[in-house]
């Protein structure tokens, strides 16, 4: 299916560090949602966004649905070890009812 | 609240064996249900979908098949296992309308060998 464009797809930053990572698409999404994946495990929802523009935060982490409705960033401020992990984004369309995941970027927190 | 639960979370098998991965979901009624797999590279692939009892849809023609015998529990199957069907394998809801999100559970390693 359709993937998202997500960039950057690793990152290694010193501990305290902020962290941008972003998602674009060529389609208008309704919906934007971000999530962090650990090894093994299921991706974990963080922030979900429903409307052109909205800025939301969630403790150290901020997430921003784009005006154009076809990017969104996540933000994370002061990043500590336990923030290691791959990062997704997702998008919804009505078209369909599908969603569309980025191929994620992979954090690592240098203490 | 809603939870999401998967199972077996670790499994091996050899090829040719059959496979049966189930998902349940707690606190919500008439969901959307997901299979996905997660190869190595990340990206998560849509393997079957479901709006309703015994309603699939099947994004990819393959070994596997899916199954919903009741509203929150869906059924990820195989007569016969192949060594690509080895990977990570995650169910999702999702409830169409209210704020089109999706969660998943925690996932299943299949290993074929």
């Known amino acids: 299916g359709q993937q998202l464009n997500q960039s950057p797809q690793s990152m290694f930053i010193q501990e305290g560090e902020d962290v941008s990572m972003n998602c674009t698409s060529s389609s208008i999404f309704n919906t934007w949602l971000w999530y962090k994946q650990d090894p093994g495990e299921g991706p974990v929802l963080l922030i979900a966004l429903y409307k052109a523009g909205e800025l939301t935060s969630n403790g150290r982490l901020t997430a921003q649905f784009g005006i154009t409705r076809k990017d969104s960033f996540l933000n994370i401020s002061a990043s500590i070890p336990s923030d290691v992990g791959i990062y997704f984004c997702a998008g919804h369309k009505w078209t369909g009812n599908q969603f569309y995941f980025g191929t994620g970027t992979s954090l690592t927190v240098i203490p | 609240s809603q939870t999401i639960h998967q199972w077996p979370a670790t499994l091996v098998q050899p090829v040719g064996s059959p496979l049966s991965l189930e998902c349940t979901v707690e606190g919500t009624s008439n969901p959307n249900l997901y299979w996905y797999r997660q190869a190595a590279g990340r990206g998560l692939q849509l393997l079957f979908y479901?709006?309703?009892?015994?309603?699939i849809s099947s994004e990819v023609p393959q070994n596997l098949s899916a199954s919903r015998p009741q509203d929150r529990q869906f059924i990820l199957s195989s007569k016969k296992l192949l060594l690509s069907d080895s990977g990570f394998y995650l169910c999702?809801?999702?409830?169409?309308?209210?704020?089109?999100?999706?969660?998943f559970g925690e996932g299943s390693w299949l290993t074929v060998v």
């Open positions: 479901s709006v309703g009892i015994g309603q």
């Open positions: 999702a809801w999702s409830v169409t309308g209210f704020g089109n999100t999706i969660y």
